[in-house]
Protein backbone atom coordinates (compact mmCIF):
# COMPACT_ATOMS: atom_id res chain seq x y z
CA UNK A 1 0.00 0.00 0.00
CA UNK A 2 1.53 3.39 -0.48
CA UNK A 3 2.19 5.92 2.42
CA UNK A 4 1.84 9.35 2.65
CA UNK A 5 3.36 12.02 4.83
CA UNK A 6 2.84 16.15 4.78
CA UNK A 7 5.74 17.73 5.91
CA UNK A 8 6.41 21.67 6.13
CA UNK A 9 10.25 22.96 5.00
CA UNK A 10 10.53 26.19 6.83
CA UNK A 11 12.30 29.02 5.29
CA UNK A 12 15.71 29.75 5.78
CA UNK A 13 18.47 32.93 5.90
CA UNK A 14 21.17 31.55 4.60
CA UNK A 15 24.94 33.47 4.95
CA UNK A 16 24.24 35.34 8.16
CA UNK A 17 25.97 38.56 6.77
CA UNK A 18 29.57 37.48 7.33
CA UNK A 19 29.49 33.73 6.86
CA UNK A 20 28.58 33.33 2.92
CA UNK A 21 28.05 29.73 2.45
CA UNK A 22 28.82 28.20 5.98
CA UNK A 23 26.31 30.04 7.85
CA UNK A 24 22.47 29.92 8.10
CA UNK A 25 19.49 29.83 10.56
CA UNK A 26 16.33 28.30 9.86
CA UNK A 27 12.91 30.53 10.42
CA UNK A 28 9.04 29.79 12.16
CA UNK A 29 7.64 31.76 9.17
CA UNK A 30 7.23 31.36 6.00
CA UNK A 31 6.81 27.15 5.16
CA UNK A 32 5.95 25.42 2.31
CA UNK A 33 3.55 22.62 2.03
CA UNK A 34 4.23 19.26 0.80
CA UNK A 35 2.59 15.78 0.50
CA UNK A 36 4.96 12.62 -0.58
CA UNK A 37 3.87 9.28 -1.09
CA UNK A 38 6.12 6.32 -1.62
CA UNK A 39 5.30 3.82 -4.73
CA UNK A 40 6.68 1.10 -6.25
CA UNK A 41 6.64 2.40 -9.45
CA UNK A 42 10.31 3.84 -9.80
CA UNK A 43 9.71 6.86 -10.75
CA UNK A 44 9.32 10.54 -9.28
CA UNK A 45 6.24 12.63 -10.04
CA UNK A 46 6.05 16.25 -9.28
CA UNK A 47 2.58 17.79 -8.78
CA UNK A 48 2.27 21.35 -7.99
CA UNK A 49 -0.70 22.83 -5.46
CA UNK A 50 0.59 26.53 -6.60
CA UNK A 51 0.56 28.93 -9.50
CA UNK A 52 4.66 28.79 -9.73
CA UNK A 53 5.73 27.47 -13.14
CA UNK A 54 8.26 25.11 -11.70
CA UNK A 55 9.69 22.52 -14.23
CA UNK A 56 7.86 18.76 -13.39
CA UNK A 57 10.53 17.02 -15.30
CA UNK A 58 12.35 15.82 -11.87
CA UNK A 59 15.89 15.85 -13.14
CA UNK A 60 15.11 19.99 -13.64
CA UNK A 61 13.30 20.13 -10.07
CA UNK A 62 14.76 21.02 -6.65
CA UNK A 63 12.71 18.76 -5.15
CA UNK A 64 13.23 15.95 -7.72
CA UNK A 65 16.35 15.81 -7.73
CA UNK A 66 17.42 14.87 -4.21
CA UNK A 67 14.84 12.31 -4.66
CA UNK A 68 16.03 11.13 -7.62
CA UNK A 69 19.90 10.74 -5.74
CA UNK A 70 17.70 8.68 -2.83
CA UNK A 71 16.24 6.42 -5.80
CA UNK A 72 19.77 5.18 -7.08
CA UNK A 73 21.12 4.75 -4.13
CA UNK A 74 18.12 2.47 -2.89
CA UNK A 75 18.52 0.75 -6.16
CA UNK A 76 15.09 -0.98 -6.47
CA UNK A 77 11.51 -0.29 -7.37
CA UNK A 78 10.88 2.70 -4.51
CA UNK A 79 9.44 5.54 -6.27
CA UNK A 80 7.66 9.24 -5.26
CA UNK A 81 4.99 11.01 -5.76
CA UNK A 82 4.88 14.90 -4.60
CA UNK A 83 2.67 17.70 -4.08
CA UNK A 84 4.42 21.16 -3.87
CA UNK A 85 2.40 24.22 -2.48
CA UNK A 86 4.90 27.16 -2.18
CA UNK A 87 4.51 29.62 -0.28
CA UNK A 88 8.24 30.86 -0.05
CA UNK A 89 8.55 32.44 -3.41
CA UNK A 90 11.21 30.85 -5.55
CA UNK A 91 13.80 33.83 -6.08
CA UNK A 92 12.98 35.55 -2.71
CA UNK A 93 16.57 34.46 -0.93
CA UNK A 94 14.69 32.86 2.00
CA UNK A 95 15.14 29.48 0.64
CA UNK A 96 12.84 28.49 -1.75
CA UNK A 97 14.68 26.06 -3.29
CA UNK A 98 16.22 24.35 -0.30
CA UNK A 99 12.61 23.95 1.26
CA UNK A 100 11.56 22.19 -1.24
CA UNK A 101 14.75 20.32 -1.43
CA UNK A 102 14.95 19.66 2.12
CA UNK A 103 10.86 18.66 2.11
CA UNK A 104 11.69 16.04 0.05
CA UNK A 105 14.12 14.84 1.51
CA UNK A 106 12.89 14.60 5.21
CA UNK A 107 10.05 13.10 4.07
CA UNK A 108 11.33 10.57 1.59
CA UNK A 109 13.36 9.29 4.88
CA UNK A 110 10.43 9.14 7.11
CA UNK A 111 8.02 7.36 4.59
CA UNK A 112 11.70 4.73 4.38
CA UNK A 113 11.89 4.43 8.06
CA UNK A 114 14.77 6.91 8.97
CA UNK A 115 17.46 4.82 7.31
CA UNK A 116 19.40 8.37 6.38
CA UNK A 117 21.38 10.51 8.91
CA UNK A 118 21.08 13.90 8.81
CA UNK A 119 24.51 14.65 7.27
CA UNK A 120 23.48 12.34 4.85
CA UNK A 121 19.82 13.91 4.29
CA UNK A 122 21.81 17.50 4.09
CA UNK A 123 23.89 15.26 1.26
CA UNK A 124 21.19 14.25 -0.65
CA UNK A 125 19.02 17.80 -0.65
CA UNK A 126 22.44 19.64 -1.98
CA UNK A 127 21.46 18.11 -5.02
CA UNK A 128 18.51 19.91 -5.19
CA UNK A 129 20.35 23.14 -4.36
CA UNK A 130 22.65 22.38 -7.72
CA UNK A 131 19.71 21.82 -10.28
CA UNK A 132 18.72 25.58 -8.46
CA UNK A 133 21.71 27.51 -8.37
CA UNK A 134 24.61 25.44 -10.29
CA UNK A 135 26.44 24.49 -7.12
CA UNK A 136 26.36 22.75 -4.38
CA UNK A 137 26.32 24.76 -1.22
CA UNK A 138 24.47 23.21 2.37
CA UNK A 139 23.92 26.61 3.70
CA UNK A 140 19.81 26.98 3.32
CA UNK A 141 19.62 23.26 3.27
CA UNK A 142 21.59 22.61 6.46
CA UNK A 143 18.98 25.01 8.94
CA UNK A 144 16.04 23.34 6.99
CA UNK A 145 16.94 20.02 8.59
CA UNK A 146 18.72 20.68 11.73
CA UNK A 147 16.60 23.92 12.43
CA UNK A 148 18.27 25.99 14.55
CA UNK A 149 21.45 27.72 12.95
CA UNK A 150 24.47 25.64 11.40
CA UNK A 151 28.01 26.54 10.36
CA UNK A 152 29.32 24.19 7.28
CA UNK A 153 32.30 24.09 7.95
CA UNK A 154 33.39 21.82 4.95
CA UNK A 155 30.52 20.12 2.51
CA UNK A 156 33.15 17.87 0.73
CA UNK A 157 32.80 15.81 3.20
CA UNK A 158 30.29 17.32 4.90
CA UNK A 159 30.90 18.97 8.16
CA UNK A 160 28.04 20.56 10.25
CA UNK A 161 27.83 21.84 13.32
CA UNK A 162 24.56 23.17 15.41
CA UNK A 163 25.30 26.19 16.75
CA UNK A 164 23.39 27.16 20.54
CA UNK A 165 22.20 30.87 20.15
CA UNK A 166 20.39 33.29 22.83
CA UNK A 167 16.72 34.50 21.66
CA UNK A 168 16.36 36.12 18.62
CA UNK A 169 14.09 37.71 16.83
CA UNK A 170 14.34 37.83 12.85
CA UNK A 171 12.44 40.51 10.82
CA UNK A 172 12.33 40.14 7.39
CA UNK A 173 11.13 42.26 4.56
CA UNK A 174 10.56 40.56 0.94
CA UNK A 175 10.22 43.15 -1.78
CA UNK A 176 8.66 41.72 -4.52
CA UNK A 177 11.03 41.29 -7.29
CA UNK A 178 12.99 38.27 -8.20
CA UNK A 179 16.79 37.83 -7.70
CA UNK A 180 18.30 34.22 -8.99
CA UNK A 181 20.97 32.68 -6.84
CA UNK A 182 22.57 31.83 -10.05
CA UNK A 183 22.40 35.78 -11.46
CA UNK A 184 23.54 36.93 -8.12
CA UNK A 185 26.48 34.33 -7.23
CA UNK A 186 27.77 35.19 -11.11
CA UNK A 187 28.07 38.80 -10.37
CA UNK A 188 30.97 38.34 -7.30
CA UNK A 189 34.45 39.02 -7.83
CA UNK A 190 36.20 35.88 -7.98
CA UNK A 191 39.28 37.04 -5.66
CA UNK A 192 39.12 39.20 -2.32
CA UNK A 193 41.83 41.20 -0.73
CA UNK A 194 43.68 39.79 2.36
CA UNK A 195 42.71 42.90 4.25
CA UNK A 196 38.84 42.10 3.71
CA UNK A 197 39.48 38.08 4.22
CA UNK A 198 40.73 39.38 7.92
CA UNK A 199 38.03 41.46 8.83
CA UNK A 200 35.57 38.80 6.96
CA UNK A 201 36.84 35.80 9.25
CA UNK A 202 36.95 37.87 12.04
CA UNK A 203 33.24 38.93 11.92
CA UNK A 204 32.62 34.92 11.39
CA UNK A 205 34.46 33.63 14.24
CA UNK A 206 33.28 36.65 16.44
CA UNK A 207 29.65 35.75 15.40
CA UNK A 208 29.94 32.20 16.02
CA UNK A 209 31.51 33.39 19.46
CA UNK A 210 29.17 35.40 20.30
CA UNK A 211 25.91 33.09 19.39
CA UNK A 212 27.37 30.88 21.62
CA UNK A 213 28.53 32.92 24.51
CA UNK A 214 24.90 34.63 24.64
CA UNK A 215 27.12 38.09 23.88
CA UNK A 216 24.65 40.29 21.89
CA UNK A 217 27.10 43.27 21.58
CA UNK A 218 29.70 41.05 20.27
CA UNK A 219 26.32 39.46 17.58
CA UNK A 220 26.00 42.88 16.79
CA UNK A 221 29.52 43.68 15.73
CA UNK A 222 29.91 40.95 14.06
CA UNK A 223 27.15 41.35 11.66
CA UNK A 224 29.22 42.78 9.28
CA UNK A 225 30.25 41.77 5.26
CA UNK A 226 32.74 43.47 3.74
CA UNK A 227 33.06 41.25 0.49
CA UNK A 228 29.14 39.89 -0.66
CA UNK A 229 26.84 43.09 0.47
CA UNK A 230 28.98 45.71 -1.22
CA UNK A 231 28.25 44.05 -4.98
CA UNK A 232 24.78 42.56 -3.78
CA UNK A 233 23.29 45.16 -2.32
CA UNK A 234 22.80 47.00 -5.70
CA UNK A 235 20.28 44.78 -7.06
CA UNK A 236 18.00 45.47 -3.87
CA UNK A 237 16.12 48.89 -3.85
CA UNK A 238 15.73 50.48 -0.43
CA UNK A 239 19.12 48.16 1.38
CA UNK A 240 21.15 51.10 2.63
CA UNK A 241 17.75 52.62 3.97
CA UNK A 242 16.50 49.82 5.62
CA UNK A 243 19.58 48.58 7.31
CA UNK A 244 19.77 52.15 8.66
CA UNK A 245 16.73 52.84 9.89
CA UNK A 246 16.68 49.59 11.50
CA UNK A 247 19.43 49.71 13.92
CA UNK A 248 18.33 52.93 14.95
CA UNK A 249 15.13 50.92 15.68
CA UNK A 250 17.55 48.89 17.95
CA UNK A 251 18.08 46.10 15.72
CA UNK A 252 21.61 43.84 16.58
CA UNK A 253 22.41 44.00 13.07
CA UNK A 254 21.58 42.39 9.35
CA UNK A 255 21.56 42.31 5.65
CA UNK A 256 20.98 40.49 2.74
CA UNK A 257 18.78 37.18 3.09
CA UNK A 258 20.96 34.57 1.19
CA UNK A 259 21.61 35.92 -2.27
CA UNK A 260 18.56 38.71 -1.97
CA UNK A 261 16.63 40.33 -2.65
CA UNK A 262 15.07 39.75 0.91
CA UNK A 263 16.37 41.99 3.98
CA UNK A 264 16.64 40.52 7.49
CA UNK A 265 17.66 42.06 11.00
CA UNK A 266 18.32 40.23 13.98
CA UNK A 267 16.97 41.92 17.37
CA UNK A 268 16.91 40.80 21.43
CA UNK A 269 13.58 40.81 21.85
CA UNK A 270 10.05 40.62 19.52
CA UNK A 271 9.72 44.63 20.72
CA UNK A 272 12.46 45.79 18.35
CA UNK A 273 11.33 43.57 15.81
CA UNK A 274 8.12 44.88 15.72
CA UNK A 275 9.83 48.39 15.53
CA UNK A 276 12.16 47.22 12.65
CA UNK A 277 9.28 45.84 10.52
CA UNK A 278 7.31 49.34 10.59
CA UNK A 279 10.76 50.65 9.79
CA UNK A 280 11.12 48.60 6.87
CA UNK A 281 7.11 48.60 6.35
CA UNK A 282 7.71 52.49 5.50
CA UNK A 283 10.56 51.99 4.00
CA UNK A 284 8.79 50.37 0.70
CA UNK A 285 5.98 52.09 0.91
CA UNK A 286 7.98 55.16 0.38
CA UNK A 287 10.03 53.61 -2.39
CA UNK A 288 6.25 52.54 -3.79
CA UNK A 289 7.50 48.88 -3.70
CA UNK A 290 4.88 45.97 -3.16
CA UNK A 291 6.45 43.64 0.01
CA UNK A 292 6.33 40.92 2.73
CA UNK A 293 7.27 41.03 6.20
CA UNK A 294 7.34 38.69 8.77
CA UNK A 295 8.28 38.91 12.21
CA UNK A 296 9.72 35.55 13.49
CA UNK A 297 12.36 33.81 16.23
CA UNK A 298 15.06 30.96 15.04
CA UNK A 299 13.02 27.86 14.84
CA UNK A 300 15.08 25.52 16.89
CA UNK A 301 12.70 22.59 16.07
CA UNK A 302 12.96 22.69 12.27
CA UNK A 303 10.90 20.65 9.88
CA UNK A 304 7.12 20.14 11.23
CA UNK A 305 5.94 16.64 9.90
CA UNK A 306 2.66 15.46 10.20
CA UNK A 307 1.46 11.37 9.14
N1 LIG B 1 25.10 31.14 0.16
C1 LIG B 1 24.19 31.22 -0.92
C2 LIG B 1 24.43 32.51 -1.66
C3 LIG B 1 22.79 31.19 -0.39
O1 LIG B 1 24.52 33.55 -1.01
O2 LIG B 1 24.57 32.49 -2.90
C4 LIG B 1 21.72 31.30 -1.43
O3 LIG B 1 20.47 31.28 -0.76
Request: hydrophobic share 45%; proline share 5%.
Amino acid sequence: MNKTIKVYPPGTVANLVCGFDVLGLCLHQPTDEMEVTLTNNKQVIIKSADGYALPSDPALNTAGAPLLEIMQQLNNDTGFEVLIKKNIKPGSGVGSSAASAAGAVIAANHLLGNIFSKEEQVSFAMFGEKVASGVKHADNVAPCIYGGITLIRGIFPLDIVSIPAPELWVTLVHPQIEVKTSDARQILRKQVLLKDAIKQWGNIAGLVAGLMKNDYGLISRSLEDVIIEPVRSILIPGFDEVKKKSLVAGALGGGISGSGPSVFMLSKNEATALAVKKEMNDVYNSIGLEHHLYVTRVNEEGMRVEW
